[in-house]
Nanobody, 119 residues
Framework: QVQLVESGGGLVQPGGSLRLSCAASGSIVRINAMGWYRQAPGKQRELVAR???????NYADSVKSRFTISNDSAKNTVYLQMNNLKPEDTAVYYC?????????????WGQGTQVTVSS
C-alpha cells in the first residue's frame, strides 16, 4: 500500500544538472530513511545517497562533491540534486525508503528513472 513515485530523470549533457524527486504515499506512519540507488546495465546496484529522518546524510565517494540529497518531510518527498553530471553517472536511479506503516516497518523501492549523461 506504500508507493514511491520518482520523477526528474532524463537526458542531460556532461556538466549539466538534474533534480530527481521521489514522493512516498500510502499508509505511512513514519519514514525512517530515504535514499537513492543506481544501477547501470551489467553492474551491481549501488548506494548513491541516503538521508535519515534525523537529517544525517551519506554519499558515495564518486558523487559526494556533486550531488545533494534533501527531503521535505511534510510532503514525504526526497530529492537528489545532481550537478556536474558525468557520463559514468548514467544509470537507472531507484528511490528507496524505510517506512513504518500501521502494521510494520519495511523497505520499499520506486520503479526507477533513467538518467543518461551524454553529448
Amino acid at each position: 500500500q506504500v508507493q514511491l513515485v520518482e520523477s526528474g530523470g532524463g537526458l542531460v549533457q556532461p556538466g549539466g544538472s538534474l533534480r530527481l524527486s521521489c514522493a512516498a504515499s500510502g499508509s505511512i506512519v513514519r519514514i525512517n530513511a530515504m535514499g537513492w540507488y543506481r544501477q547501470a546495465p551489467g553492474k551491481q546496484r549501488e548506494l548513491v545517497a541516503r538521508i535519515s529522518s534525523g537529517g544525517s546524510t551519506n554519499y558515495a565517494d564518486s558523487v559526494k562533491s556533486r550531488f545533494t540529497i534533501s527531503n521535505d518531510s511534510a510532503k514525504n518527498t526526497v530529492y537528489l540534486q545532481m550537478n556536474n553530471l558525468k557520463p559514468e553517472d548514467t544509470a537507472v536511479y531507484y528511490c528507496n525508503a524505510v517506512i513504518r506503516t500501521w502494521g510494520q516497518t519495511g523497505t520499499y523501492w520506486g520503479q526507477g528513472t533513467q538518467v543518461t549523461v551524454s553529448s
